[in-house]
């Protein structure tokens, strides 16, 4: 079912570049409304509870590492077919297959340090946001 919410973070990569206000600006320019902002770094444990769905992944050490190594973007955004759009609007995980005009084509550096996140349901949208959010921070 299409929902009209999904969730992003800036990666810190992206953000030490200082491609954050370009990446926050493609997502405007495409129809992206900012429901929630916030410039925050998460912790150790945060990012591995954040990540926890890829515990058993090769991966998943260095993605949680990585993650918290420095300060982030982190935002719930609203447009119809959400989740769906933004994925297209991002590009594949790895830069190496995203598509020309996509924010992971232009922006990421390698599948780690792949510039931004995107939730991949509508079900973790909700469960992100809430892990980053309260509901009186959503407008
Ligand atoms: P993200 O959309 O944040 O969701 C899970 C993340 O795991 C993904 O982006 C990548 O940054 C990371 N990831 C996925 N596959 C690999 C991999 N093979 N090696 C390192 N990191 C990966």
Redesign the pocket.
Known sequence: MASNRTFTMIKPEAVAAGHAGKILDMIMANGFRVVSLKYTRISHHEAGAF?EV?KERP?YG??VDYMASGPTYVAILEKENAVEDFRKLIGA?DPANAEEGTIRKRFAES??K?AV??SDSNENALIEGHFFFSTREQH
């Open positions: 990540y890829h991966f260095e993605l995980t599948k780690a792949n996140h995107g």
